[in-house]
């Protein structure tokens, strides 16, 4: 399983970008994609979910109400729509696949990661 990020970029503050993950498989039982970002010198956190079998989104707090996360089944492509940029949100964002859906929020129980895309929120 592949996973493969884009959409990244340098926007100014209040912007928007939208990132897009498409996987190379369905073969696998994944249940659960998730977006993490890295800020440099910070470890990874996870940003949103979305559960695949019925496209239930799960945010944390920092982006709650500016991030949307859905997916496409057709083409196995899963989006990060981001409004209202802010510095703080500038990182690496990586997607990853899960078949746990219980432990959504925890990079440890993700198998399959993307090679990440930078953000970057300029002030």
Same mark, same amino acid.
Request: with cysteine; hydrophobic share 35%.
């Given at each position: ?6 959409? %990244? ?35 990874? !956190?996870?940003?949103?979910?979305? $559960?695949?079998?019925? %496209?239930?989104?799960? #945010? ?14 057709? !083409?196995? !492509?899963? #989006? ?8 703080? @949100?500038? $990182?690496? #964002?990586?997607?990853?696949?899960? @078949?746990?859906?219980?432990? #959504? ?10 090679? %990440? ?7």
């Amino acid at each position: 399983v592949q996973l493969q990020a884009s959409g %990244g970029g340098l926007v100014q503050t209040g912007g928007s970008l939208r990132l897009s993950c498409k996987v190379s498989e369905r073969t696998w039982n994944y249940s659960v994609m998730g977006w993490f970002r890295q800020a440099s010198g910070k470890s990874r !956190t996870f940003v949103a979910a979305v $559960a695949w079998n019925t %496209g239930t989104p799960f #945010y944390s707090d920092s982006v709650k109400g500016r991030f949307t996360a859905s997916l496409d089944r057709v !083409t196995n !492509t899963i #989006y990060l729509q981001m409004n209202s940029l802010r510095p703080e @949100d500038t $990182a690496v #964002y990586y997607c990853a696949a899960s @078949d746990n859906p219980l432990r #959504y929020t925890d990079a440890r129980s993700y198998t399959y990661w993307g090679q %990440g895309t930078q953000v970057t929120v300029s002030s």
